[in-house]
T-cell receptor, first 108, second 122 residues
């Protein structure tokens, strides 16, 4: 089955840039979606189709996808960005939707 | 406003059965595929099952295939998950999630419910 690997944690100082990676075999050929989940809350979509930002999501959130790695970038990080982030794709080979392992972003 | 409200969670014994429901409002329910996603305590998200907008085609994770059944009643704007032969590793918060499209595939989950906890334990 298709595996998406994320770093368990990323730490960043306020005002700096956080980058969360999502690794998968030839993930650049797939559409990647990113979700933010704060403690005790349901996930929220922050990036769709690699780099599209839904309405209401700050411009500070952006995404890219190429080769074997997709990346969620959070610019000018704020305390409110502290959360778990998950990437997600559809694997056509198995016809399964797959989530990444998740990354906890901590604002120092 | 899109609202998804899950219900039916609780404590069930190993080998038992349970049916979850998700009541939807604020959008044309019959126009969108629907999904169940779960999260075990302290763990990550796991896709469980999906159903197309008509209810005609269903998809399952390998971990639940043959034990769980996803279905929908478009006249009642309600999504269901029938869970049989439950095991301890099925313990999780179960989220109902709306799909972006009618069909299944590359689309994303654009709205989520708050989840319902199901615990499998003797």
């Amino acid at each position: 089955s298709y595996v998406l690997t994320q770093p368990p944690s990323v730490s960043v100082a306020p005002g700096k840039t956080a980058r969360v990676t999502c690794g998968g075999n030839n993930i650049g050929s797939k559409s990647v979606h990113w979700y933010q989940q704060k403690p005790g809350q349901a996930p929220v979509l922050v990036i769709s189709y690699d780099s599209d930002r839904p309405s209401g999501i700050p411009e500070r959130f952006s995404g890219s996808n190429s080769g074997n790695t997709a990346t969620l970038t959070i610019s000018r990080v704020e305390a409110g960005d502290e959360a778990d982030y998950y990437c997600q794709v559809w694997d056509s080979s198995s016809d399964h939707r797959v989530f990444g392992t998740g990354t906890e972003v901590t604002v120092l | 406003e899109v609202v998804l409200l899950e219900s039916g969670g609780g404590l069930v014994q190993p080998g038992g059965s349970l049916r979850l429901s998700c009541s939807a409002s604020g959008f044309t329910f019959s126009s969108y595929a629907m999904n169940w996603v779960r999260q075990a305590p302290g763990k990550g998200l796991e896709w469980v099952a999906s159903v197309t907008c008509s209810g005609g085609i269903t998809y399952y994770a390998d971990s639940v295939k043959g034990r769980f059944t996803i279905s929908r009643d478009n006249s009642r704007n309600t999504l269901y998950l029938q869970m049989n032969h439950l095991r301890g590793d099925d313990t999780a918060v179960y989220y109902c999630a709306k799909d972006e499209e009618c069909t299944y595939g590359t689309s994303y989950f654009d709205y989520w419910g708050q989840g319902t906890l199901m615990t499998v334990s003797s």
